[in-house]
Each structure stands twice: as C-alpha cells, then as structure tokens.
C-alpha cells in the first residue's frame, strides 16, 4: 500500500530546511555587523570612525647621560618643514641601528622656528635616548650687530650663481655652527658633540665608541671627508685670518713644525689652498671650541662680517681654527666609519672586514676624487 503522506512530509522537512537557513544567514550577519552587542557592550555611533591621534611631546629639561666618564650628545640643526623632518628621522633611525640603541647618547635638536608637537614626537620616538628640542634666539642665530644689511643683500645677489651664495640663512646657520652655538646654555656641560646633518648617512655598523674613541685618545675633533671651498666665496677669508694670526702670535702653532697642520691648507707657492674638514660629521671636544683661543678666532672673523659680506661657511671657519691652535695629533680622521652626504660624497672604509659589512666599496670613496684634499692631510 503505498504511504499518500510522503510527499507531503518532504515538502514540509524541505520548507523547515530553507527557513532554517534563511534565519540562521540573517542572524550571523547581525552578529558580524556588530558581534560585541550580544555580550552587553554599547559603542557610540563614530567608534569605529578614523581619527587622527593628537600628537604630544614633553621636552625634557635634563639630560641623560649613559655613563659617568664624561657627557656626550648627538648635535645638529634643522627646520620645521615636512622634508627637513623626514631627513631628520632619516638620520637618527640610521644612527640608532648603526650605533647609538645600544649606548643611549642624548640629542640636542637646535632650531630657529616653532617645532610642532607632532615634530618632536615623531623625531623623539626612534631612539631611546633623551631628546632635547631648543630654539635660538636672534642674539646667537643672525646677523652679527654690525653688519650692514645693504651690502649682506648685495652679497647674495653677486653669489647667486654660488652653491647657497643667495642664502641669507645658509649664512645664519653658518654663524651658529662656526661659533655662536658654544655660547648656548646646553653646550656648557658637555664634554663631546658629535655633529651630524639631517639626511647624512652613516653606512656601516659602529662595533666601537666614538666618543669613548676620542675620550681615551684625548683628541679634539674628527672628520671623514674633507675638501676644497668654492674660492668665490672666501676671497678675504685667509688674509683675515693671517691679520688675526698677527696679533696673537704666542697661540698660533708655528708652521716649521712638522706636526702642525699649515701644509694642509697652503699650496706649492704658500698660497691658501681652500682645503678645509668637512664637519656634517664630527666628533669634537667642545671645550676646545668654547674657550678662550678659538672664540677670540671666532670673534674676529665675526667682526669682519666675512660670512655676510662673502660666503663664509662653517666648515672652513672650523679647519683654519684648528689649523691656527692644534697639531696633527689632535686630530682624528674616521677611515673606519662608514659616510655618506647627498647620496654621492661617501667615504668607505678600506679594511675589508669592515667594508664587507657596509653599503659601500672602497672604489666609491670620495677620497680618490680630484676634488678630495685628504691627500693633503
């Protein structure tokens, strides 16, 4: 006899099935629009919304120093704008994972403008160290009080044609880093600044301390590339020098010694050559630079106005300093750290257990170029 019901009891288990279905699909995507809400939990309408963080940052008033021996910071100046920050980051992100994570030396940030909260912060946050952000006033970054601005802006327009002979700030940077910046309150107390630029690289991975380097060895300051300065910019400079040289003959090392540094800087027939350290990196004893001979140096050529009324940079002003008061011996030239400035002036070292470590070859260093007056040194 055959069962009239079956089709029936399929229809109905079938209809069970797709209503089943139907509630279970509709409930699960409920509770994946909003899975939390079935525990109690309530979020208000713009939870979920994107936001922006507020940026904060508490500049520190102290220093922290990794160790007792002597205090040592990374120095270095920059600007407020979104290029200057990115090499900034740049920078320290290579410094901290060549060098500093395992050592901790503090930064001291120098500026001339208003650095936001978001600067500072996402500056700061690549290393562990302290970070000190400091903004100079007129009276250490700007025009010397005698000089004579009609003739500062004649200056910049006969050098327009010049690398920077247009800048009147590459001239403000110039004084503060020549000379003004050991006047700074935060400079006092250190034994060591290493200077560094922002957008510089540093190619190979410290094993040794540099600053631990220049304290044993009682050096005054480093350097890893050095070179020639446009003449256009520095026409007076070395007869200013020699006039300051003149006058103060019981401090200038006498250049019949064979350690001093007058060879560096003079050519075959006694002329100033232009040879000078490049010092976007160095390592130096700021006591030297903060005393009584290299700040009367500094001072007079200041009064000159030569680096407003010519073009006198930093570097060159530096190098004859040294060259005037210290001998050879004084002076450390960094073949083993790896250096690189706008992707082009690099130096490398030559000892093959360290280069094979480095994003260099030797081949690539600037010390084999024309223009490279490390020969000389």
Known sequence: ????????????????????????????????????????????????????????????????????????????????????????????????????????????????????????????????????????????YGYHPSTDLKRAAQARIDLQSTMFGDSEDYRFQSRFMAGTIYRHALMQDLDYSWRFEAGTEYICPMDEDPFQYMFEKKLITSFSVALYEYKETIPSLYNTVLDFASKNKDWIQPASDPKTLWHFILDGSNSFNGCHFWNNFQIADVSFYRGEKYQAFFNHLDLSNGIFYERWGDPIIQSLGAVMFLTKDNIHFWDNIGYRVANYFTHCPSDKSRYSKCTCRPEQNFDNDGYSCLRFY
């Open 1 to 140: 006899m055959i069962n009239s019901n079956k089709p029936i009891a399929r229809i109905v288990l079938v209809a069970i099935v797709i209503f089943t279905g139907i509630y279970l699909f509709t409930t699960s995507t409920v509770h994946q629009d909003n899975p939390i809400k079935e525990q109690g939990v309530t979020w208000d309408d713009d939870y979920f919304a994107y936001t922006t963080s507020s940026w904060t940052y508490e500049n520190p008033t102290n220093l922290t120093f990794p160790h007792q021996r002597f205090k040592a910071a990374f120095v270095t100046f920059v600007k407020s704008d979104t290029a200057s920050l990115t090499k900034l980051r740049f920078t320290i992100r290579n410094i901290e994972d060549q060098f500093n994570r395992n050592h901790n030396y503090p930064y001291i940030i120098f500026t001339d403008q208003e650095l936001s909260e978001e600067y500072m912060e996402l500056a700061s946050t690549l290393t562990q160290a302290t970070v000190r952000f400091e903004r100079v006033e007129n009276d250490l």
